[in-house]
């Protein structure tokens, strides 16, 4: 089955440390991108990368690092500098930048 | 000003009758798209429907139709027959331009199916 993976569902993290969020996709999409998500709120852009080896800032990539190493991989590390970083996180692909984005099942960060 | 715009925070229908979940957009670029996403329970984002801005017609995909109002720069989502399935939590986006920074999604409508 093609799709797009998030793992884990569930994380729980003690504060000042950091902590990465895998996603992964077969789909065979160049793009990739990284949403979060409050309560009641729509989504915010983190990072996006257009192909391998290249990603962009989005709106709120203050505290976040990614990496593009591979096409099917987009793992987003969340830092220490997140000042607040409780929040549901969305990993997104698409064929390219302009193409509709198909997102995974999240992640749900807790700092304690 | 917010480039989209979701006035309805919760919206209640009846199953097996129609509603519609308002959006409006606002944007100078000639080219964008719209979306239309459903968030269940669960969190997973679900794509539903998409219109061009060049697109003549109304997009449709099953029970979803998208009426779009280029002038009111409206696009609105329309689902027939609702089913208790139906009820989540419904997000308009718009891509502005052929760049994929550039996505904005509304804060969302809350729909509930009553039985």
Redesign the interface.
């Known amino acids: 089955d093609g799709g797009i993976t998030q793992s884990p569902k569930y994380l729980f993290r003690k504060e000042g440390q950091n902590v990465t969020l895998s996603c992964e996709q077969n789909l065979n999409h160049d793009a990739m991108y990284w949403y979060r998500q409050d309560p009641g709120q729509g989504l915010r852009l983190i990072y996006y990368s257009q192909i391998v080896n290249d990603f962009q800032k989005g709106d709120i990539a203050e505290g976040y690092s990614v990496s593009r190493e591979k096409k099917e991989s987009f793992p987003l590390t969340v830092t220490s500098a997140q000042k607040n970083p409780t929040a549901f996180y969305l990993c997104a692909s698409s064929y390219t930048s302009s193409d509709t984005q198909y997102f995974g099942p999240g992640t749900r960060l807790t700092v304690l | 000003a917010q480039k989209?715009t979701q006035t309805q925070p919760g919206m209640f229908v009846q199953e097996k009758e129609a509603v519609t979940l308002d959006c409006t957009y606002d944007t100078s670029d000639p080219s964008y798209?719209l979306?239309w996403?459903k968030q269940p329970s669960?969190?997973?984002?679900?794509?539903l429907i998409?219109q061009g801005s060049y697109d003549q017609q109304n997009a449709t995909e099953g029970r979803y139709s998208l009426n779009f109002q280029k002038a009111r720069k409206s696009a609105n989502l329309v689902i027939s027959a609702s089913q208790l399935g139906d009820s989540a939590m419904y997000?308009c986006?718009m891509?502005e331009g052929?760049?994929?920074?550039q996505?904005y999604?509304?804060?969302?409508t809350s729909l509930t199916v009553i039985p």
């Open positions: 989209i798209g979306f996403y669960s969190g997973e984002m679900i794509f998409y997000f986006a891509r052929l760049v994929g920074n996505f999604f509304g804060t969302g």
